[in-house]
């Protein structure tokens, strides 16, 4: 369904004050009076919870919390929570997000559902015999590695496969390394736990079995077993804008220091996502990376390219995320950012934070290749050289608008100009005389 139901509740949402912005959220996803509580910071985090999740706790570090609005994903309105504080991300989302839904559509979908656990022989003095008792007794492993996680069985989840993989050792010893990857369907849980303990009981069986010694057992990140996809199409497409964001992906593919800064933007969209909904983004970032490379050159996550009229995106990386345990069922605000997703699968989530990713390079590419990254940035980013001048709250608005001002008329606004507008503004004496102090 492309260019449908353009229209939202979320016009124009940006303009609204905060409490009418609060309101329509509440409204939108269902909130409840205490969840909005603990939304908006009427109900602090409790350091009694964080005394649960980390070590040494002497505080918390509050992080702004958004929503991006304007998106159709799969022909759901969803609102993107957005834990960041990065200036402009969450506005070029939104602003890009809207583009599509008049212009085009987003799509998403999911390859594959396992993580993958791994089970190292580091030094193996005869790998076939080793392999070959593994495969043999490949089904008592697996039906072994369920009875370590009953729940999750339970669940529908577990153990559907064992691979078993043989590498050089890159000390040139003339030994091989044995790796099992144990491939487990951890339902709606990111699986983290639940697969390392499982790997760390099969440990005295596989040494048992093989005569050989095992080494580190632990889950890898790199999970090419639980991919998310995401595609968008932009219809009628500027030719002059659809060529630029093609010859983008074209840099990003033969350079990799281009290709980095590209994969960078993917991830503006899909970090603040992981972090409001209590994940592990330092696991999905590192995964998305490990996946870049796989070709063995580092390679941009997404591509664009024309159609003829129109422009079509498509995405694909690991995405190992879950809606229950962890963070996201003791963090209260990571409860209500899954509220406001309105996701409760883990596939869901993947799949909200692929299509998140993809429309955020976007937005990147367009202004990249039309008005360039600066002007956007440099509009949103006076409120922060306002405040880092100084000002006070009832200052801040006023500071901005001037700053404004001078970015049309100078084309960059720094520091330095806040401080000298601030000053003005507070009867000092103007330095320049640019009507906009």
């Known amino acids: 369904m492309d260019g449908h139901d353009s229209k939202s509740i979320f016009d124009g949402f940006y303009r609204l004050p ?3 912005r609060v309101e329509l959220v509440g409204e939108f996803c269902g909130l409840d009076e205490s969840e909005l509580d603990t939304l908006t910071g009427n109900r602090p985090f409790s350091l009694d919870v964080a005394e649960h999740l980390i070590e040494n706790v002497v505080g918390v570090f509050p992080m702004p919390l958004g929503v991006a609005t304007h998106f159709m ?17 969450i506005a070029a989302c939104s602003a890009t997000a809207k583009w599509i839904r008049t212009s085009g559509c987003i799509s998403s979908y999911n390859k594959g559902n396992l993580i993958i656990g791994q089970v190292q022989l580091p030094s193996v003095q005869n790998p076939e015999r080793a392999r070959m008792i593994l495969h043999e007794n490949r089904g008592m492993l697996i039906e072994l590695a369920n009875a370590c ?14 691979a078993i993989r043989t590498l050089d050792r890159p000390d040139s010893s003339g030994k091989a390394m044995l790796v099992l990857h144990f491939l487990c369907d951890p339902c709606d849980a990111m699986g983290a736990n639940l697969i390392n303990q499982l790997c760390e009981a099969l440990k005295p069986r596989i040494e048992e079995l093989t005569s050989e010694k095992v080494g580190l057992c632990i889950l890898s990140n790199l999970v090419d077993t639980k991919l998310a996809v995401a595609e968008v199409v ?4 500027d030719p002059v804008v659809g060529q630029g ?16 800064t590209h994969n960078k933007g993917v991830l503006n969209g899909i970090d603040p996502i992981l972090i409001a909904t209590g994940n592990d983004w330092r696991a999905v970032e590192a995964g998305a990376h490990a996946y870049a490379s796989r070709s063995g050159k580092y390679q941009p996550l997404s591509e664009w390219t024309m159609n003829g009229n129109d422009l079509h995106g498509r995405i694909e990386l690991p995405m190992a995320v879950g809606t229950v345990g962890g963070v996201t069922k003791v963090h209260p605000t990571a409860r209500v950012a899954l509220k406001i997703l309105g996701v409760t699968h883990a596939e869901e989530l993947a799949r909200v934070c692929a299509a998140v990713g993809l429309v955020q390079n976007l937005g990147a590419l367009k202004a990249l290749a039309t008005v360039g990254i600066v002007k956007g940035h440099m509009q949103l980013h006076a409120a922060n050289l306002a405040i880092a001048a100084g000002a006070e709250i009832h200052e801040i608005a006023r500071v901005r608008e001037r700053l404004a001002e001078v970015l049309k008329v100078e084309k960059n606004i720094n520091l330095s100009r806040a401080k000298e507008i601030l000053e003005a503004l507070r009867g000092g004496p103007a330095k320049r005389g640019n009507p906009a102090v």
């Open 18 to 20: 905060r409490s009418r």
């Open 73 to 89: 994903i799969d022909g759901r309105e969803v609102l993107i929570p957005m834990a960041v504080e990065e200036t402009s991300i």
């Open 149 to 162: 996680v009953p729940g999750l069985v339970a669940r529908g989840g577990g153990v559907r496969d064992l």
């Open 234 to 237: 932009v219809r009628n497409i």
């Open 245 to 260: 964001i093609q010859e983008a992906t074209l840099f990003a593919k033969a350079d990799p220091y281009r290709a980095t």
